[in-house]
């Protein structure tokens, strides 16, 4: 029986203190990285192309590809921004 009280009184005497508490607890909170996404550009329909002659065509699909570009890299710089 000894024992046993040795053990009740060691272990009460543990809990006689007062725990430190944490200052600052801090917790992650998931937030959305952007407020909005970048505008998307107005790109060439195929109806539009179809109605152009050659060398329009040739040129507005060139100029579509130039803005297309310049919209992944608005893209991308945004992504990277949020990882």
Request: aromatic share 8%; hydrophobic share 45%.
């Amino acid at each position: 029986m000894r024992p046993l009280s040795v053990f009740t009184l060691a272990f009460l005497a543990g809990c006689a203190g007062n725990p430190t508490l944490p200052e600052v607890v801090k917790i992650a909170v998931p937030v959305p990285c952007l407020s909005e996404s970048p505008k998307s550009p107005a790109f060439i329909t195929d109806a539009d192309l179809a109605k152009l002659e050659d060398y329009e065509f040739v040129i507005s699909l060139a100029k579509d590809r130039q803005e297309r570009k310049s919209y992944e890299a608005i893209l991308e710089a945004a992504l990277a921004g949020c990882l």
